[in-house]
């Protein structure tokens, strides 16, 4: 049997070459479908020395006054930028603030004078630390959906960024820029 295989589908059958083809086709779409993907969840902003890398927010319960948003910032320059201001349509007003623990107590507060961004170096707004707060919320962010915030740097200007929502627990772990 394996001889008449062999015989009826040999290296230089139509058959072989047609399935060959077939698969280098498929891997191909494969491939291009992954990136893709990839594309969609991992989307970065650039101005000036500064790149903003998979601004993300967590959807919200009805109700809720409050989003967080996060991303990272890396700047690829000789010196120091920082975030000064954010504004969105989404929120009345929206702040950049700070997590911490003292005494075993996590707390939350406010950054005042903005935040630097280390030349040559990375900042990640992410839970748990660095993070924006979108405050008094004029409609509910819901997973799936992007909304716009403009990021205003001391150097670099202003730049318009799409936060895509992902679920109420997200911990943001489509970006790996972050970690």
Do not use: C
Not at 63 to 80: D, E, H, I, R
Not at 97 to 118: A, Q
């Amino acid at each position: 049997m394996s001889h008449s295989f062999r015989a009826r589908f040999g290296r230089n059958s139509p058959f072989l070459r047609h399935f060959e083809e077939r698969l280098g086709i498929t891997v191909f779409v494969l491939a291009l479908l992954f990136v893709s993907v990839q594309a969609v969840f991992a989307h970065e902003f650039k101005v000036g020395d500064l790149e903003v890398v998979h601004p993300w927010s967590r959807a919200t319960p009805p109700g809720a006054k409050v989003a967080g948003g996060y991303f990272t910032v890396t700047n690829t320059g000789s010196s120091p930028d920082r975030l000064l201001s954010i504004s969105s349509d989404i929120s009345a007003k929206a702040e950049l603030h700070e997590m911490g623990v003292s005494d075993g107590v996590m707390t939350m507060r406010p950054v005042t004078g903005g935040l630097e961004i280390p030349a040559g170096g990375k900042v990640a707004l992410a839970p748990g630390g660095y993070h924006l707060m979108f405050v008094g919320l004029k409609r509910q962010p819901k997973q799936g959906e992007k909304f716009s915030a403009a990021l205003t740097f001391e150097k670099a200007g202003t730049v318009t960024v799409d936060f895509a929502v992902e679920g109420i627990g997200a911990t943001g772990g489509m970006d790996d820029h972050a970690n």
